[in-house]
């Protein structure tokens, strides 16, 4: 069925759109759209606004639902979709949270100019791609027993610290310090404890990837000061998640709560929205086998951050204390996650589910760390490997509109396959060398399939955040070397 979604969507102001609740009857709430002028037709095209209006249909859905401008057809959320669930009447939806659970960005900052590692940066890519496995099935060096994986699942990054796979700032820096209450390893199934236990410590493949990138320019200095950065300084971002473990846990709770579904007398509108009350007992082992694949994926991302530091320190021959390589933050983007908030003047305990999204709290927010309490918590969005990434930080806005909330990157325009196709006989690795960006990619497929031209301007997302006050800009960051799976 073709929708005429541009005679549907109501424009609000510059950078907002909702459709209204009375658009199908079984909508509980409107559905609202973040996106410029510029996204709209890109996001139209897609459909997945379906799934934003499906998604309003759920149980105990609170005030929206909502897309970010990075919006794209995803399993039964959309990517770039928010969603908050009262705790008390509400649902917890494995499809709002996605296969890759906790997929996420982190990033390092360091002392490094591009002058400084110009004449190392092709060894450094090399030794970086040699270091931290990477690619399709790719698995770590770490051999972990059940009981220590168990350990992981329980304290996430803090478990990889405490092994000495990182400094104890980095557990301040990440998000939810690093470990997901609520885990708990016994509402995990075998077969997903299989596929995780070799798979610590991995990039993996598809859109997940390493990047060293310099800052090439500063919006806000205090803010950029506060999170040491200044232009023309070299940083590294890591985007990966849960890898196999995750997947499994996901492809586990959709069975199970399909088949729960009609004791609790839930009717969705497509079965990949399958849903169940989070205080139900279904609802409750997903949660604890989810935070698990959370933790799991923190301390993923904790363990490739001690590899790519030990990745400089051996090309540069300094330690990475004296290079500076102090991580700034770790989002996830891919999560569900039990937070208080205020709506309708009334604070409410809520099941936020953030697919393809970020949090993006203000300053002052208890949950952010000291360092980050005057300023706001860092908002990490990266780009496609062949244009930017930027760095902002959460506003007062987003906390009151979006269950602060942000977009989590370009977001897709074109499908893997889709974009194999467009690209045959098209040599990435040469494009991107005429851009100056060194690629380190397992093979052409991946590289094709990752091409810039299947994403969305990042910069058009991040400057839609902006105008609508919903994020700060702080930085640009561009590519130097890019390493994929």
Wanted: glycine share 10%; hydrophobic share 40%; aromatic share 8%.
């Amino acid at each position: 069925m073709s929708i005429n979604w541009k005679g549907i969507l109501k424009r609000i102001d510059n950078v907002r759109w909702e459709i209204p609740k009375d658009f199908d009857k079984r909508m509980n709430v409107p559905a609202r759209l973040i996106a410029s002028e510029e996204l709209i037709d890109s996001i139209i095209r897609d459909n997945a606004l379906m799934q934003l209006v499906n998604v309003a249909m759920l149980p105990g859905i609170i005030k929206y639902s909502l897309a970010m401008p990075d919006i794209h057809w995803g399993y039964g959320f959309p990517i770039g979709g928010v969603a908050a669930f009262s705790y008390e009447t509400g649902i917890i939806s494995p499809g709002g949270v996605g296969y890759d659970i906790n997929c996420g960005v982190r990033i390092i900052r360091s002392d490094l100019s591009v002058n400084d590692i110009k004449p190392y940066l092709e060894k450094l890519a090399n030794t970086i791609f040699n270091n931290v496995p990477c690619g399709v099935g790719s698995k770590g060096k770490i051999r972990l027993s059940k009981k220590e994986l168990e350990e992981v699942m329980v304290k996430g990054a803090r478990w990889a610290v405490e092994k000495g796979y990182g400094f104890r700032e980095d557990i301040e820096r990440t998000e939810e310090f690093g470990q997901l209450k609520g885990a708990n390893p016994d509402f995990v199934s075998q077969r997903a404890i299989e596929r995780g236990m070799p798979q610590l410590g991995s990039l993996g493949a598809g859109n997940h990837f390493l990047e060293i990138e310099q800052v090439s320019e500063v919006y806000d200095e205090k803010l950029a000061k506060s999170m040491g950065l200044e232009k023309g300084k070299i940083t590294i971002m890591i985007h990966t998640g849960s890898r196999g473990f995750g997947h499994q846990v996901c492809d586990d709770y959709i069975k199970i709560i399909l088949r729960a579904m009609p004791k609790y007398g839930i009717n969705v509108p497509d079965r990949q929205l399958a849903s169940v009350p989070i205080k139900s007992k279904e609802g409750q082992r997903y949660f604890g086998a989810m935070a698990s694949a959370a933790n799991f994926a923190w301390a993923n991302r904790q363990l490739i951050t001690f590899w790519v530091r030990e990745s400089f320190e051996k090309v540069l021959g300094r330690s990475a204390e004296d290079l500076g390589m102090h991580l700034i933050y770790d989002v996830a983007h891919n999560i569900a996650k039990i937070e208080e908030h205020i709506v309708d003047g009334k604070k409410m305990k809520l099941v936020v589910h953030r697919k393809g999204a970020t949090r993006a709290f203000p300053k002052g927010h208890p949950s952010l760390p000291e360092v980050y309490k005057d300023i706001g918590q860092p908002v990490l969005l990266p780009g496609d490997m062949g244009s930017m990434s930027f760095i902002l930080v959460g506003t007062h806005r987003a906390l009151t509109e979006t269950f602060g909330s942000s977009a989590h990157g370009a977001g897709r325009v074109l499908s893997r396959k889709k974009a194999l196709r467009i690209t045959k006989g098209r040599n990435i690795f040469k494009e991107l060398k005429g851009k100056g960006i060194l690629l380190k990619a397992a093979s052409g497929e991946t590289a094709r399939e990752e091409v810039p031209d299947a994403y969305k301007d990042v910069e058009a997302v991040a400057d839609t955040m902006a105008d609508g006050g919903l994020a700060k800009k702080v930085v640009k960051l561009v590519p130097l070397a890019v390493i994929k799976g």
